[in-house]
């Protein structure tokens, strides 16, 4: 992208350019933008655009919403109440509107932003991974939207040898193009295309389209499979040169400063959901296999059996029951008792404890470290031995396969959530997973653990609530954890203790989990009613700011504390 960054200037263009550089609502982002504009909007546009993505994602993530349609329509909802009327009104643009100036100007936005995010996302491939992915959907549900005139458009500007053929050749392919293709009902009116074979390969992968010399006859339907392989190769490439892009602007610190640190700008979605109350450890075998993701399950279950995890389990998994509400005090009995079978207390308190008070914010900076979120977990790298990371993303599928089928879980649902993770869709994959786990869909997005495991506990605890005829004192012994029907889940359940007893289980719907302020001190939390009912809360005694530990490590402390196996 060629631009000089100079302050205080607004984007300088005429309509008029507008008309003819963006000569269709859905752009391919085959050409960077060219022109001047103030760092000021400059920054405003990137953190639109990835306000967007999140969205994208997030409306992604929702079980609840099971068509295309579904999907589009609470993007629209979402994007219209977050001030983001541009990217709305493109995601239902039919290709074929004449342009108004507002109309133009969103393409244009939309075309600047795109590219503004490349930079930001061209250097690490995970994250190039979830970029082009959201990018993809946000192109799949604007190009559903477009009308045949629209859709013909782009074809036409893109030169993508994407042929229509006459009726007289359909005529003499109609009995293959009917067998081959359920869609073809009446001949006279579809349109049928022939393109090169390697531009659907999803299709011909599918056994969905005729296939004669080379050439694939697709429906005006399956035409997406064309636009979005062609988009993809854009994408690819794109990233690629964003990156000797980004080295020309590099000496550029305001410009740095802003593209590294817009991807954390903008994390809400994806914050950790702290436990407001203290949760037992001697219900964790219970709750692993109720309420926790599957990336945790698998790490108290590596736990249990090898009576060790090495140093990033121990931490994706330590800093997890953290934010489930583990106290300091109960860790260290519970990791100490985890190892027990391998090394003795002593051993345990010289090679561990010291690490444990750490994330705690008892040892060193005292820092009130956060629980990892997803996006870390899935693009940490896991070696042999290992058990961290998403089992989703890091599981070969055989191994996951079996871990779900293991769990009791349905062969049609453990094919759809292998067939996620395949994709990449490693966040569906797991919604999925609790879908099938609670017998219904959460009720947002999860894209943290700690968030899974709270919106698991409060759909059990109403469960619970539904059913006060069911013993609150039970809990599971020896279950899958995958219910086949609502009664085996009941019995599977970490039930919710009575607010006036002394166990400290999952709180009530009303004091159940917050996510702290940054200034939490202990008094604006729910600390108080925890401390009248005699609760307790971990890391709520003195005053910190919860960080990103990944953020605030160096490899000298994590070698001061974490130095051992
Ligand atoms: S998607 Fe997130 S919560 Fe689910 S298993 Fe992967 S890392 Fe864990």
Known sequence: MDYKVRCRQTI???????????????????VPPMGEMSLEDFQELGFDRLKVLRLIETTNCRGDLKTLEDRKKALYDSLKSDGLKYYANLLFADGSNSQSEEHSLSRMKDH?????????????????KWFMNQEVEFFKLRFSSLDKKGVEHLLSINNLDCIPISLDEKLDLVEELTSSSGKVTNIDIIDIYKVNFEKVIDLVRGRKIYLKAGMAYITHMDIISVFVSYFREILVAGLESAKSMYYNISDDERLTRYLTGLPSAFSGMARVVWSTTATPIDKLNDLSKSSYPLCMRTLHEALCNNSHLKNSGRMQYGLFLKGIGVTLEDALRFWSHAFAKKIDGVAFEKKYAYSIRHYFGKEGRQTNYTPYGCQKIISSAVGPGEYHGCPFRHMDRDSLCQKLTSYGIFATNTTEILDLAKDGQYHLACAKYFEVVHNKPASKPLLHPNAYFAESRVILTEDDDANKDIDKDRFPQGTTGTPSNGSSRRNDRYSTPSRNTDFTGTPKRNDRYSTPSRNADGTNTPLRKVQRTNYQTPSRDIKMTPVNIAELLNDDDLAEFMNTE
């Open 12 to 30: 300088i263009a005429e309509t008029s350019d507008f008309k003819d550089n963006y000569a269709h609502d859905i752009q391919m982002y085959d």
């Open 112 to 128: 600047i932003s795109h590219f503004i995010l490349r930079l930001v996302y061209c250097h690490d491939p995970e994250q190039s």
